[in-house]
């Protein structure tokens, strides 16, 4: 997802999408898993533009989550947290 996808330049439209609107949907999510978190993210993956946003974003806003609940566990190792 670049801002000029010719150039495969520019990630602007990426993060705005990000911190507006992502961040607002899953703000208040309880991750007992994350499969709540994956089936709020397809549900607006399914209602955008999939060419204007991509899979892309909602992965990395997926496993940036995942990575994040990992390192309150286990600091030093993200697999024994992950774990």
């Given amino acids: 997802m670049y801002?000029?996808?010719?150039?495969?330049?520019?990630?602007?439209?990426?993060?705005?999408i990000i911190n507006n609107d992502l961040s607002k949907i899953i703000k208040g999510t309880?991750?007992?898993?994350l499969s709540t978190l994956d089936s709020k993210l397809a549900d607006y993956f399914s209602k955008c533009n999939a060419e204007d946003i991509g899979t892309n974003v909602t992965k990395?806003?997926?496993?940036?989550?995942?990575?994040?609940?990992?390192?309150?566990?286990?600091?030093?190792?993200l697999f024994k947290g992950i774990s």
């Fill in 3 to 16: 801002d000029n996808k010719a150039d495969r330049s520019g990630l602007e439209t990426a993060v705005k």
């Fill in 30 to 33: 309880v991750l007992d898993d």
């Fill in 60 to 77: 990395i806003i997926s496993e940036g989550v995942l990575l994040a609940a990992a390192a309150c566990f286990e600091k030093v190792s």
